[in-house]
């Protein structure tokens, strides 16, 4: 399977703790997204990568969240000191490059968090 | 990005047509209209995009209205399969974020 992976794809932690997801994108695609997902909404946007270099990161994304992508392959998102309302689905995409016109994102399966 | 407006949920019979409209009254010029889906658990999918002219490939079809401010996706021959939330998303071309609203759930009833 070459399309977008996440780990791990469920993780349970308690409030205060700091966790880690990874994101392997599908292979060459330059764009890297990260989404969160509350139930019964859609996704929100998190931050998002050219290659190793963080193009735009949201309001959402509070100094407890980091997200970096060292070689411009994988990406890492780690949120230190978790809150309860972090609880959610953080959802990793990728896109490849292109000078003109929409290539799609295609996204992972997600990784829940879930904090006690 | 323009504001689209959709109904938070539709049944379809197993085999009928689907049609799920997006209104998006205020949609500007160079904005085009972008489908994707999420079934359950699952990450968001890409389904079609289309700017004026109407659009269909392997999936579904998409129909603008001559004036844009309004367009319908349409599944053809709905299956069990096909049961998930849709998002209409409107964006200027490119491969920036999306920004997805609540969507349409469908539900596809034998």
């Known amino acids: 399977d070459t399309g977008v992976s996440q780990d791990p794809r469920h993780k349970i932690t308690k409030r205060g703790q700091n966790v880690t997801f990874r994101c392997d994108p599908i292979?060459?695609?330059?764009?890297l997204y990260w989404y969160r997902q509350t139930l019964g909404q859609g996704p929100e946007f998190l931050t998002y990568f050219q290659n190793e270099a963080q193009l735009e990161k949201s309001r959402l994304l509070s100094d407890r969240f980091s997200a970096e992508r060292p070689k411009g392959s994988f990406s890492t998102l780690e949120i230190q000191r978790t809150e309860q309302g972090d609880s959610a689905m953080y959802l990793c995409?990728?896109?490849?490059?292109?000078?003109?016109?929409?290539?799609?994102?295609?996204f992972g399966p997600g990784t829940r968090l879930t904090v006690l | 990005d323009a504001k689209t407006t959709q109904p938070t949920s539709m049944d379809c019979a197993e085999g009928r047509a689907a049609n799920l409209p997006c209104n998006h009254s205020?949609?500007?010029?160079?904005?085009?209209v972008y489908w994707y889906r999420q079934i359950h658990s699952q990450g968001p999918q890409y389904i079609i995009h289309g700017l004026k002219n109407n659009e269909t490939n392997e999936m579904a079809s998409l129909i603008i209205t001559e004036d844009r401010k309004s367009s319908t996706l349409i599944l053809p021959h709905a299956t069990l399969r096909d049961t998930a939330v849709y998002y209409c998303?409107?964006?200027?071309?490119?491969?920036?974020?999306?920004?997805f609203g609540k969507g349409t759930r469908l539900s596809v009833i034998a």
């Open positions: 995409a990728s896109s490849q490059p292109g000078t003109s016109g929409y290539n799609e994102q295609f």
């Open positions: 205020t949609i500007s010029g160079n904005e085009y």
């Open positions: 292979s060459e695609h330059n764009r």
């Open positions: 998303i409107v964006r200027v071309a490119g491969n920036t974020p999306l920004v």
